[in-house]
């Protein structure tokens, strides 16, 4: 998924005891609505999206994340967010969850560069709602029954190889960004998760559930200047904490890994090559590209009606029985690529034609190609799920140096061009080394030698 930075200073305001940056300080253009954005005075932010909705979807997003652990407390963040959805110092387990039944829908989840909750709830309930995130974010129970078991269920995931999805996924990352954070699983290693303790898990909270690391994000017919004064109410009191130096050059590695399991009866696996972060202005560009080479699914009506030219050779001659393009940012960096599902006998030809496909980005792609992909691109950045939404705008206020919504995304979409399209497949894909990762029976996948040299046709 492409679901995927401050701000601001101004004039000062006294809010129950507690200083507080005023709302007025910064307005971000997000498209076809302003985003508002505030610092509360322990360096938390907080923005807002007005929209139509009837109700509110509030989103708290923590600066922790796979990519923040190391060997010795990988898969800490995961836990952690899995364990605040089990009960709090205040609320029982069984409490908890009667709360947000009256409020609407709670959930929670860890990612690679940050870990959030999203409640949806009536406008006229979200301060009640920032209250109870507080709770949960702030002051987890971590009963010593519930850990032991949250950490045999992780176990038990990551003993489980049986998902190709996952095991290409996580491989991929890793290969490519090898020797660095990125590289880090979320669950953590068997080794890692099995040693943590309820007292790792607390301090884990106390040093990274704090103002500096943390942003609120809101979208519905919520009043910024309301939204705000009702966060400072529930999190002005988080302490400040200590601000995370942004991430500086992180290298990406040409390689691959293959486990080969022929009893699989397709071979699942993903050929990528560096990509770009939100912030950059080649992203933009790089979605109307990837949305050219397209996704197909056999099991699709659809697939009679795809516009992309490797769907309709992959239709004619039946290879993968599933793919799809992905543009995978992250704070600094990114991944461009193209994951792919096809019986032994048809991976390499699949591998070769999606080559070819990047190829023809970089010399020949056309002004209707372009056109009709930067319309799919902005469809479906303006009607992705509201949580999709909030995330790329909670990101982007955590790591990025402004905060970014998919509707300011569509607006630089709507800007690409022919020539972007054409530059920046040149800048990241053309004669650059791949990552690559497969899984299930990959004796026909081409070795790495023939792959490096399909990136790059001979120009005359």
Known sequence: SNCVPPLNHAMAALLRGSRLLSSAAKTVQGGSSDIHVSTLANGLKVATQKTAAPTATIG????????????????????????????????KQAQLESEVENLGSLSGSANIEYS??????????????????????????????????????????????GCPVETVNYYLKA???QGTSLANNVLGTSKSVAALSRDDLAKHVAANHVGARVAIVASGDVDHEEF?????????????????????????????????????????????????????????????????V??????????????????QINLEDHMASKYTSFVLPFSNTGLFGISAWAPAMSVEDFVYEAQQAWMYLCTSASTAEVSRARQAVIT????????????????????????????????QVEDVTVQHVRDVANKYIFDKDPAVAAYGPTEGFPDYNRLRGGMSWLRM
Do not use: M, W
């Open 116 to 161: 959030s909750f999203f409640l949806n709830t009536a406008v006229k309930n979200t301060s009640k709602g920032l209250q109870l995130l507080h709770d949960v974010v702030a002051n987890p129970a971590f009963e010593s029954s519930q850990v032991e078991a949250e950490k045999s269920a992780v176990l038990a995931a990551l003993s489980n190889t």
């Open 175 to 177: 290969t490519a960004f």
């Open 228 to 292: 705000v004064k009702a966060a400072q109410g529930a999190f002005g009191g988080l302490p400040a904490g200590e601000v995370l130096a942004s991430f500086g050059f992180t290298p990406f590695t040409g390689s691959e890994v293959r486990a080969r399991d022929d009893f699989k009866p397709e071979a699942h696996f993903a050929l990528a090559v560096e990509g770009a972060p939100v912030s950059s202005d080649d992203y933009a560009p790089l979605l109307v590209a990837s949305e050219i």
């Open 294 to 311: 397209g996704n197909f699914n056999a099991s699709s009506p659809s697939r009679f009606h795809k516009s992309s030219r490797l769907a």
């Open 380 to 411: 479906n950045l303006l009607s992705a799920p509201t949580t999709c939404g909030l995330s790329v705008l909670g990101s982007t206020l955590l790591h990025g140096p402004e905060a970014i919504s998919p509707a300011g995304i569509a607006s």
């Open 60 to 91: 708290v997003f923590i600066k922790s994340g796979s990519r923040f652990e190391n060997a010795q407390n990988s898969g800490i963040s995961n836990l952690v967010g899995r364990l605040s959805l089990k009960g709090t110092k205040s609320l």
